[in-house]
């Protein structure tokens, strides 16, 4: 297939691109390079994944519609948007200026274009604090608790209205806590090590009792393109997770053997919008994509070491 990645300068972007090329997709890739973090790394990474490069904005429907006369793609992978929850409570109407705006400007030419294969990157957010656990697809969405969150529950509806007018095979799928090497550097996972192998103090929020199903990025990436490769028309929604959720106290203890040093911890109250926990069910996932996550926390994070070591 000829497959658009957007956001795929970006750390899940830059892995799927791989997997596509793997597999000997042809590929592009749209990307608007911003300054969210280091933008000359997200360049280097566009350079080398062997995709076709489009440097634009979502919010320009005309740089939208460009690239994708011009690539003419089979499927597109929506990966792109701002990211973060405590980000979007700073900057609400970026958050929903560009996760939605974008989001239907590239729906809206897909369809002009007549492609009917989408995949969108939804997150584990929408569940909020949700107080059952593991997390469905078929749960009420009632404990939204930040902007970021909203404009991802926001942006599978516009997935949905599109699916069914239009008669496209569109699939959502909310990711969990991925990690690996290209993390970006504010995730926790790539904090942590940063600091705790340099011996600088770590800030953690709350007691170390919330938790993560933390999903490894080989993993998350295996679900999207079995995602990409569904046929049937209609809109699904998925959970990609790891099944094994990790509070943050036992996350720093493992990092800690891995690295064979201890962290010097800074204790902060809980941060707005963080919710208490999350925990994937995979059910449908397992049943319909063939999902199933193989790298467990203590291997992910041994090779997220590794790659830090060699990228340090």
């Known amino acids: 297939m000829k497959v658009l990645v957007t956001g795929g300068a970006g750390f899940i972007g830059s892995h799927t691109l791989d997997a ?16 969210f973090y280091d933008p000359a790394l997200k360049r280097s990474r566009a350079t080398v994944s062997g995709a076709r490069i489009f440097e634009a904005d979502l919010r320009d429907r005309s740089a939208v519609r460009t690239a994708l006369q011009s690539f003419r793609p089979d499927a597109i992978i929506h990966l792109a948007a701002r990211a973060g929850v405590r980000p979007s409570i700073e900057n609400p109407r970026l958050y929903l200026d560009v996760n ?68 496209l095979s569109l699939t959502a799928l909310r990711f969990f806590t991925v990690y690996g090497p290209r993390q970006r550097p504010d995730l926790a996972i790539s904090k942590f090590v940063r600091l705790i192998s340099t011996g600088r103090p770590v800030e953690l929020y709350g007691d170390g009792s919330t938790s993560r199903d933390y999903t490894y990025v080989t ?43 201890s962290a010097s911890i800074h204790r902060l109250p809980p941060q707005p919008g963080d919710v208490e926990r999350t925990f994937a069910d995979l059910t449908l996932a397992r049943a319909e994509l063939g999902y199933s996550p193989r790298v467990s926390i203590a291997d992910g994070l041994r090779r997220y070491w590794d790659w830090f070591q060699a990228h340090a």
């Open 219 to 261: 993993d998350t990436v295996s679900g999207i393109l079995a995602a990409l490769d569904r046929l049937q028309p209609g809109f699904r929604v998925y959970n990609l997770g790891g099944e094994h959720p990790v509070t943050l106290a036992e996350l720093v203890a493992a990092i800690e053997r891995i690295l064979g040093r």
């Open 20 to 35: 596509l090329r793997a597999r000997g997709d042809e590929t592009a890739l749209l990307d608007d390079f911003n300054d």
């Open 100 to 167: 939605l705006t974008g989001t239907l400007n590239l729906l809206d030419e897909a369809v002009a274009l007549g492609v009917n294969r989408f995949v969108f990157a939804s997150s584990s957010s929408v569940y909020g604090n949700n107080p059952k656990v593991p997390f469905a697809e078929h749960d009420p969405l009632v404990s939204i608790i930040s902007p970021y969150a909203v404009t991802k529950l926001a942006g599978e509806q516009l997935c949905r209205i599109h699916a069914q007018l239009h008669h």
